[in-house]
């Protein structure tokens, strides 16, 4: 996916929000600001927007002094998000499609994500999309890949949103005996997922922890570890998360399945889709 001008005061604005997180110094503030916008004109209009987002978040950084601005938020929403393991297990047990359910549930942890805001309220959103209808559903065609190939990719997105990941792979064990690899960020950018995230969410018991070697707020190929991309590029199924990896991916050729919520204006007009709607979309 491109970067559209839409996007631009996005920039802006996230500089501003990890400052404002990182210090509470207004002068740096406008430094921030300043620093991010001079970045602006560099922006490269055919390159997805996780680029610039690594660009202006390292910035952050570097400014601050602080290597990872979002700590705190991150662990209130990973213990939030654990606390609610065994309601979500619940959900899915006693519903008619066990799969689905969990799929649901994976797309319902996608809400966290501090690029689009910084509060949520995650019973709400679990249950509102427990029921929403699907703007896209490649459903038969991602259960038909599961059970065809053992071995999955999935490509994690946010801290908290891993809790939510473990439901759907350990579905996908239950159901198809699947092997995972669970792919998580080199070093803290934004609330992506680290693989301390990762192991706190338990992940390590039902999946093999690897980092893609990217501190991009996506998988970008150009920044991610050799081991990695050997792995990625020979995938038979990968699960995708989220924006950022929509992003990053969309305009690729792989067996990816992407799951998230459209959770901003530019994204519903890229993929003419409702804002706030939920898509299952398979890339082949």
């Known amino acids: 996916m491109k970067t559209f001008l839409e996007c631009v005061p996005c920039f ?12 509470d110094d207004p002068a740096l503030h406008k430094k921030i600001l300043d620093a991010a916008a001079a970045e602006i004109p560099g922006i490269k209009i055919d390159e997805c927007p996780p680029k610039m987002g690594r660009k202006i978040h390292e910035l952050v950084k570097t400014m601050t002094n602080n290597p990872d601005p979002y700590k705190k938020l991150k662990e209130k929403y990973n213990k939030e998000a654990l606390s609610l393991y065994p309601y979500i297990k619940e959900r899915v047990k006693n519903s008619k499609d066990p799969l689905l359910t969990s799929i ?23 249950d509102e999309i427990l029921h929403s209808e699907f703007a896209v559903f490649d459903y038969e065609k991602f259960k038909t890949q599961a059970a065809k190939h053992k071995k999955v990719l999935y490509l994690g997105d946010n801290a908290g949103e891993t809790v939510f990941d473990k439901v759907l792979m350990e579905q996908l064990i239950l159901e198809f005996n699947s092997e995972i690899t669970y792919a998580v960020k080199e070093k803290p950018i934004i ?13 390590d018991k039902c999946a093999k922890i690897i980092s893609s070697g990217s501190d991009a707020p996506g998988t970008i190929p150009e920044y991610c570890s050799e081991e990695f991309l050997k792995l990625f590029r020979s995938a038979p199924f990968i699960i995708s998360k989220g924006q950022g990896n929509f992003e990053a991916l969309s305009e690729t050729d792989m067996p990816i399945f992407f799951l998230l919520k459209i959770k ?21």
Do not use: H, W
């Not at 996230?14 to 990182?22: D, M, P, R, V």
């Not at 649901?104 to 679990?126: K, M, S």
């Not at 609330?191 to 992940?203: P, S, V």
């Open 191 to 203: 609330n992506d997922a680290t693989k301390e995230d990762a192991l706190f969410a338990g992940i």
């Open 104 to 126: 649901r549930a994976a797309i319902a942890g996608n809400v966290i994500d501090f690029g689009a805001q910084l509060e949520f309220d995650l019973v709400r959103d679990l």
């Open 264 to 284: 901003c204006s530019v994204l519903a007009g890229y993929t003419g889709l409702p804002l706030g709607s939920i898509m299952l979309k398979s890339l082949r």
């Open 12 to 23: 802006i604005k996230q500089s501003l929000q990890a400052g404002k997180i990182a210090s």
